[in-house]
């Protein structure tokens, strides 16, 4: 057999498994689907509204933390995303939208509404009931341990602390109620993070996000909530440090004004004091030019400051990462603190700073040698911050990007700061020289300097100031976030949950897996005998052949007593049938099953009752009487005998009647309506059955019965519950083991021949009978014989061809049906054969 036909054969295998356990893959299959159907139709219908946002200039917002963000973020897109799925955005939605506030009940005849309802996290939650109690619609809201919260009317806006409402209602009447319940937001909050999903569109900085809920209305209302509250909370970041430095700016504005206000009123008092105090022109303008370094002084300080606060950010940020340490070992080791293109870039910045300082003594902040000098500082700071990255990239934090990010900021600043503090140094140099310049004046003269350059530094740090102010409050004004809606949520139409043809689809089709499954596995425990291959690779004997069910060829059972003869001997009265082409088949094997020695007394046994031993051993008779040769059925079922049954012929005295009262095998054994074949009926039921079939007496009567006959065939017990096969199995030529299709368990079929080997008999093969299958029949190709070739040439009982189409067969599966027909017909035209036929005896 080639691989094709072995594939074709196990797909066959399959598919008759299928078809056998078709009842249990039919009900599963039918559960499944009824479940799955039943399942959708009363599941609550889920709708999904979505609404889009654009992010634009993703960590550019201007702000120093959005920055070093933009830096240590790979897809700021995916930092959003996580903002949008944020326990603490949910709230916000659960507060906006009063998810956490719901009317659990009212009365039957009441018909309340509450409407502009305003909650906020200071009402407690729980259960809560409004109840009328006058019929001017006078109410009290009290907690359902009887606890009176406050008192309101119908139609009017009640107000407690944390909750607000206004209830309207056409009609009521008192001991009308109305329950609801306040439940805690973060809970609320979990169900919004589990009912929304966020996710990017691919290739754009776009982000989606979709909202589930049972109401289409709410979903898109949460849908389009999150979109807003994470807009409102992206421009709070954006305005964040705006906002800041002009917080700070006020507070160093309002300290200014106290001190200009203190200033100008000490010169006052001083020159009404002193009177006639006056300053030449040089003075004068030292004390304006000192004053201007002065103010220029104060403006570098308060900038130290704000980048002092910048730096105390960042540092604080780096702690909460755990990674402060690392930034300072890196910052004060030799590699930083020791390099030499570091220090010559400090001490480089240093030298500008210094020169602008003395540049500015001569000319204006304008003057093209100042701004000149102030590009070179520049230059140079972005050329230390430079390698100070570079050393940073060597050190502990290279591997982690968000570190080295937050640590570059620092650096940054403190680069920026060390500038500062350097400018700081070189104006206050230049202020020590204008100071002693004022050292040489009169005493009266020195103390109108002070006072009149201290107003005049006053004055121009105020100014500044308020410069400064504006500045920042455009600077807020302007910060107008990173993201915009692209499309807002609209109330769905459709839901998109449960999905009903594909999950009652999905459903029927994982019954028809589960059953098909289960009829699998059944069959994997199952461990009868189904196939002629079964009988050979587990209990190594010859399989002599497949006897194809009577009930399915002719819808009755075996027992009764009415046309037994009709319905059981297939082998006469259906001569063309599959059933009589099976057990001439046997009987072909059973003679040629050693070609070197002839049996001629056949015993007949099975491993347990009900396998067709009996029925088999009548046909398989009658076959053999049709060779024509004389051939004797033999009933040495002493316990259970049926044969006269069968053949109708009278039970006594019968083989008990010969073994006890020494009858003469003439006279008991009874001929047949068939021609060539007799019967010797078992007779009364003895007591003792195997010591009978074991005497000698016994033996001697099959040593004459094979001097009268040519083919003796026995019938016998089942081997496991008595051992009279066993017994009688001895004084035969050979044994036949006849096992039931999808019965008769291996294990028990393996027990019998272990049985009978130990016994010392001779087993020649077994018959698999009441087979329903054709792979069973078939066994290794016959299947197409009989199902084919037998039926279109044999004719029925009147004689009249059996018009059924002929069954395509291979001309390679007809060649070697023709090979095994020749063969047969050469084998029984044997000199041996024809010897056999010709000893005749009248």
């Not at 009404?272 to 403006?299: C, G, P, Q, W």
């Not at 503090?421 to 040489?440: C, F, H, P, Q, T």
């Not at 009262?661 to 003792?688: A, C, H, Q, R, W």
């Amino acid at each position: 057999m080639d691989s094709g036909e072995e594939k074709t054969q196990s797909l066959l295998d399959y598919a008759q498994i299928l078809w056998k356990r078709r009842v249990i893959i039919l009900v599963l299959f039918l559960l499944a689907s009824l479940s799955t159907l039943f399942y959708v139709m009363r599941t609550r219908p889920i709708y999904e509204a979505y609404t889009t946002i654009r992010l634009e200039n993703v960590g550019a917002q201007g702000t120093l933390l959005s920055d070093l963000a933009a830096l240590r973020r790979g897809n700021p897109i995916e930092t959003e995303i996580e903002v949008i799925k944020s326990r603490s955005l949910a709230e916000k939605v659960v507060t906006a939208l009063n998810l956490n506030f719901g009317t659990t009940g009212q009365s039957k005849d009441f018909s309340g509404k509450l409407e502009e309802i305003i909650l906020t996290r200071d009402f407690p939650y729980g259960d809560y009931v409004i109840e009328i109690v006058s019929k001017a619609g006078a109410f009290k809201l009290r907690g359902l341990n009887g606890t009176t919260i406050g008192s309101g009317k119908v139609g009017e806006t009640f107000a407690t602390d944390g909750l607000s409402f206004r209830l309207n209602s056409s009609s009521f009447s008192p001991g009308d109620s109305l329950f609801f319940r306040v439940a805690d937001p973060v809970s609320a909050a979990r169900r919004i993070q589990g009912s929304t999903t966020v996710r990017p569109v691919k290739g754009a900085n776009i982000i989606r996000i979709s909202a589930r809920d049972t109401s289409p209305t709410l979903a898109a209302r949460i849908a389009n909530e999150l979109a807003n509250q994470f807009l409102k909370q992206n421009l709070a970041y954006a305005r964040g440090e705006a906002r800041s430095a002009k917080e700070f700016i006020q507070e160093q504005l309002a300290v200014a004004a106290d001190t200009l206000r203190d200033a100008e009123e000490k010169l006052k008092e001083y020159k009404e004091k002193a009177r006639f105090v006056l300053l030449d022109e040089n003075a004068k303008e030292n004390i304006s030019t000192l004053a201007r370094f002065e103010a220029v002084r104060e403006e570098a300080k308060m900038k130290k400051i704000e980048v002092e606060r910048r730096l105390s950010l960042l540092r604080a940020q780096l702690a909460g990462k755990g990674a402060f340490a690392d930034y300072k070992i890196v910052a004060a080791s030799p590699i930083v603190t020791g390099n030499p293109v570091i220090s010559k870039l400090k001490g480089n910045l240093s030298n500008l700073e210094m020169r602008r300082a003395q540049l500015l003594e001569e000319y204006t902040e304008l003057h093209p040698d100042v701004i000149e000098i102030e590009s070179e500082i520049e230059k140079v700071k972005e050329e230390l911050s430079k390698s100070i990255r570079q050393v940073l990239e060597t050190g502990p934090s290279a591997a982690d990007p968000v570190y080295q990010s937050i640590i570059s900021g620092i650096i940054n600043a403190e680069v920026e700061a060390g500038a500062i503090e350097d400018r700081i140094a070189a104006l206050g140099e230049v202020v020590e020289v204008y100071n002693s310049k004022l050292e040489g004046l009169p005493e009266k003269e020195i103390t109108l300097a002070r006072l009149t350059r201290r107003m005049k530094v006053g004055e121009k740090i105020y100014t500044m100031l308020l410069t400064k102010l504006e500045e920042a409050r455009i600077s807020e004004a302007m910060k107008i976030g990173n993201t915009r809606i692209v499309d807002g949520a609209i109330r769905p139409d459709r839901p998109i949950l449960p999905k009903k043809k594909r999950t009652t689809f999905l459903g029927a089709v994982g019954g028809l897996i589960i059953g098909i499954g289960l009829a699998l596995f059944l069959e994997y425990l199952d461990t009868s005998v189904k196939t002629g291959e079964d009988i050979e690779r587990d209990l190594r004997l010859p399989f002599l052949g497949a006897v194809p069910s009577v009930r399915n060829d002719h819808g009755g059972a075996l027992e009764g007593d009415e046309e037994v003869l009709k319905r059981v001997l297939i082998s006469r009265f259906e001569p063309g049938s599959r059933i009589a082409e099976a057990y001439r088949t046997v009987r072909t094997n059973l003679q040629y099953v050693q070609l070197d020695k002839k049996y001629r007394t056949i015993l007949f046994t099975s491993p347990l009752p009900e396998e067709g031993k009996s029925t088999s051993l009548a046909n398989i008779s009658l076959t053999f009487s049709q060779l024509g040769g004389k051939t004797l059925v033999v009933d040495s079922d002493l316990r259970r005998p049926v044969q006269h049954r069968i053949f109708g012929v009278h039970k006594f005295p019968g083989l008990t009647g010969i073994l006890v009262n020494e009858e003469s095998p003439d006279e008991v054994i009874s001929p047949t309506k068939f021609e060539n074949l007799y019967v010797l009926p078992s007779g009364p039921i003895p007591p003792n059955p195997s010591e009978l079939l074991s005497s000698d007496r016994m033996k001697q009567l099959v040593t004459q019965l094979k001097e009268e006959f040519e083919f003796i065939l026995f019938d016998s017990p089942p081997i496991l519950v008595v051992t009279d096969a066993a017994v009688l199995g001895g004084k035969t030529d050979g044994t036949v083991v006849v096992v039931r299709f999808e019965k008769t368990d291996r294990r028990a079929a393996l027990e019998a021949k272990k049985l009978l080997e130990n016994a010392k008999v001779k087993v020649l093969g077994v018959v698999l009978n009441d087979v329903k299958t054709e792979r069973a029949l078939g066994g290794y190709g016959y299947h197409y014989y009989y199902r084919s070739y037998y039926p279109s040439h044999y004719s029925d009982d009147k004689g009249e061809k059996v018009k059924k189409k002929r069954k395509r067969v291979s001309s390679r599966k007809r060649t070697a049906l023709s090979g095994v027909t020749s063969g047969l017909r050469s084998v029984l035209r044997s000199s041996r054969w024809r010897q056999g036929r010709r000893k005749r005896i009248s």
